[in-house]
Every structure is written in structure tokens, then in C-alpha cells.
């Protein structure tokens, strides 16, 4: 007996030890499962005078339970994934909905009564997608863009 549990026991670690790396959490479930209750069996059959059957019964639970067990965890990390990409499109949602263009930086410039401080201070707070392109940034100083403001746009713009 003490000689089966043994083997059991190094086949049981060799298996987690190399075979699980490319595996889902399923499958290591499944695997994990499936040689403890192989052991278990066999113990319990051992006991009851039936090793190879009581391996195979535990093999087979084991071997169910863990990849149930292991399908739960995939479920779960599933979701996750799901509800992170969804909380990041909607990041970005807003952003682009709230973020200034290089229209409403020569807009705020053109007025005339809106200083550089002001319209730095929206830039930091609402972020922005700015072209800050050779031609963008022509652009932006042939609209009376004032050069602090555009180098606040280099530093904050997102593409």
C-alpha cells in the first residue's frame, strides 16, 4: 500500500509540475481531480479488497469534479475579462465625448477674452485629441494659439 500511494503521489506531482502549463483551469482540474481521486480510490479500494476499481471510481469523480470545479474558475476569470473591457470601452467613451480638438482650442483662442490659464486648465481637466501635426500645429499658431497653450496640447494629447 504505502508503495501505491507513493506512486501515486510522484505521478500526481509530475503531472502538475509539466503538464498543467498550457492548460485551461478545466483541464488542470480535470488532471488534478482526476489523480487524487485515483489515489483516494485506490486507498479506499485497497480497504475494501478492490484497488483497481476504487482507482477507477476515484479516477472517474475526480477526474468530474475537478473539471467542474476548474470550469467554474474559467467561467469566472471569463467574466472578469468581459466586465473590464466593457468598464475600458466606456473609459474611452467618455473621453472622446469630453476631450477638446484643436476646433475648440482655436475656438477659445479666438474669442479673445479667454486667457491661456483658462484654456490650459480645460485641457488638464476634459484631456484631448489634438492633430499636433507639422500642419496641426501651423494651424493652431496661424489661429492665434499662443505657444504655452500648444505645448500643453503636446503633453496631454491622446491619438
Known sequence: MLRLNWLVGVVTICVMATGCQNMNNTEKGAVVGGASGAGIGAIVGKQLGSTGAGAAIGGVAGTLFGGAVGKAQDNAEEADMYREHAAQQEATRKFEQHAMNNYDIIKFAQAGNVSDEII?????RR???FDMSTEGILNLRENGVSEHVITTMQERARY
Open 120 to 124: 490650459i486648465g480645460e485641457i488638464k
Open 127 to 129: 484631456g484631448g485629441r
